[in-house]
């Protein structure tokens, strides 16, 4: 199984890389716009969709939100209105966390709530990234500080969780999270945030502030992992999916950007930070 992870990410990181580098905004939308439509995919089992004809309907509904959002992705105020949304829904995700009880029937009411939010949780990322990508200062950079920062701390995470890690995080949703690899993921990303914020240029309360921004997206994507963990274990289903060998599927890989994303990009409109250096 380490093989196939390692494989599979000698693979996928410098395609992401290149392709977050190389591609222009209206490419970088369409990679971005299929990495949701895969997601959505994946979604389906976790609503549940047990129908095929019923898992490609919400593709295509995805699909066509993602259309709508394109179409007016240039209007400041549809786009501050999605983060602002994005950051309320991550919050009351947070409260459904701590009571993963609540949706686990398979009913109608609780179907018709996680095909919303779904489509919600996917559209916002992908308009998020694509805000980012499209920032005149360096854009794609962003981009690609925010995935280096959520991979390193999954990578903080993991290594103090295993070294330390004695008290759980959310046992019910996600037994093997513990609060120590928590501080070991915020640790690793303060150090790199702190780094980095120092390499663009930002001194002072900008480079204060662009390190807690990049700490409480952290938090956050840490909730975006643990919503979907919750989603599996009301379902009984261990991966998303086995697009990608030794990973699981798609969403497996970007449920941390799910929360992440809107976070990242609300934070950097809110401080107004600019890169400086690059």
């Excluded at 609060?179 to 002072?204: D, K, N, P, S």
Aim: with cysteine.
């Amino acid at each position: 199984m380490l093989k196939y992870r390692i494989l599979s990410a000698l693979v996928l990181v410098p395609l992401v890389v290149l392709g977050v580098l190389r591609l222009d905004s209206g490419g970088f939308a369409l990679m971005a716009a299929v990495a949701v439509m895969l997601g959505a995919w994946e979604w389906g089992p976790l609503v549940p969709l047990r129908s095929l004809p019923a898992r490609a309907g919400f593709v295509v509904a995805a699909l066509a939100a993602v259309m709508l959002t394109w179409a007016f992705a240039q209007n400041e105020w549809l786009v501050n209105l999605v983060l602002w949304s994005a950051m309320g829904g991550w919050l009351l995700a947070l409260f459904w966390i701590t009571a993963p009880a609540l949706g686990r029937e398979e009913t109608r009411f609780h179907a018709a709530f996680k095909l919303f939010l779904g489509i919600a949780v996917l559209v916002s990322t992908w308009l998020a990234l694509v805000v980012l990508h499209s920032r005149p200062d360096d854009g794609p950079y962003w981009v690609l500080y925010l995935l280096f920062l959520i991979w390193f701390a999954d990578s903080g995470a993991y290594f103090a969780g295993r070294q330390w890690g004695k008290t759980k995080l959310a046992p019910q949703v996600s037994p093997g999270k513990t609060w120590e690899g928590v501080m070991g993921a915020l640790t690793v990303c303060a150090v790199f945030a702190f780094g980095f914020g120092r390499y663009i240029g930002l001194q002072g309360a900008m480079l204060a502030s662009f390190t807690l921004v990049s700490l409480v997206t952290v938090l956050f994507s840490i909730a975006g992992d643990l919503l979907e963990s919750l989603l599996k274990r009301h379902h009984g289903v261990k991966d998303s999916g086995t697009l990608i060998p030794g990973h699981g599927g798609v969403l497996d890989r970007i449920d941390s950007l799910l929360a992440a994303a809107p976070v990242f990009a609300f934070g950097l409109r809110w401080i107004e930070v600019r890169w400086v250096t690059l």
